[in-house]
DNA sequence: CGGCCGATCCACT
DNA sequence: GTGGATCGGCCGA
């Protein structure tokens, strides 16, 4: 089943990054539709979070899509290279957000490989956000588009992506929890263990 | 308007 | 292990 409103306004992000593990995120980008196991996320917890670009309520034109209701897609431009995929949580006005750091390829997989440029590979393809993207065909101009199957928008109809729950149960025992990468300028911050990350085993 | 820098990746040594 | 690519966002003047 498609994931609903209800799951992403919680208020809880840590909570809904380690519950996106297992969970599968399909893009369907004119026409093509592709599709990846979430292997890896990180929870971004808003204003009080200092390696949050929402830190310190700081609204920008790029950050206001943070602060949406949960639901939303936040994609923005990492080094000039790379769109980075979130999902945005909470209820509107409170900037939450979780990066979707690695899937495990699911369907399309040929699409995914002329993305690539090359032959996907099993065991690394996917991993990394700017790779996730990069095979699910995701543009930073697909910032702001919703997750909920309503209210198509033109661009919507170029560009649609969810979230599904195909039933895979992931154990705690199963997850590596650590602090976030790349985020040292967030001081004390930046040790929050707030990465999540698995090994799939049964992977179909 | 100029300048700096980033929630990265890859090629190369 | 390291440095270059590459450009929009953000800030200060």
């Not at 089943?1 to 209800?6: F, G």
């Not at 979707?100 to 032959?119: D, F, Q, S, V, Y």
């Not at 099993?122 to 209210?151: M, N, W």
Request: hydrophobic share 35%; charged share 25%; glycine share 10%.
């Amino acid at each position: 089943m498609i994931l609903t409103r209800s799951f992403y306004t919680r208020n809880d992000v840590v909570l809904i990054a380690r519950e996106l593990l297992g969970k599968v995120l399909v893009t369907n980008i004119k026409g093509m539709k592709t599709s990846g196991l979430i292997t890896e996320t990180e929870a971004y917890a808003g204003t009080v979070d200092k390696a949050s670009h929402a830190y310190n309520d700081r609204r920008t034109s790029r950050t206001e899509i943070m602060y949406r209701e949960g639901g939303t897609a936040y994609v923005y431009l990492c080094y000039g290279v790379h769109s980075l995929f979130n999902v945005v949580t909470s209820v509107e006005g409170n900037p939450h957000a979780v990066l979707i750091r690695a899937i495990h390829p699911l369907e399309g997989t040929e699409i995914m490989e002329k993305r690539n440029g090359k032959p996907l590979d099993a065991k690394r393809s996917g991993i990394g956000p700017g790779k996730v993207s990069k095979l699910l065909g995701i543009h930073f101009s697909h910032s702001g588009l919703s997750l909920l199957d309503e209210k198509p928008s033109r661009q919507e109809t170029d560009a649609q992506m969810w979230i599904e729950d195909r039933g895979l149960v992931v154990k705690d025992n199963q997850i590596i929890i650590g602090p976030r990468i790349g985020v040292d300028y967030a001081g004390e911050d930046a040790l929050l263990p707030y990465r999540f990350r698995y090994f799939p085993t049964e992977v179909r």
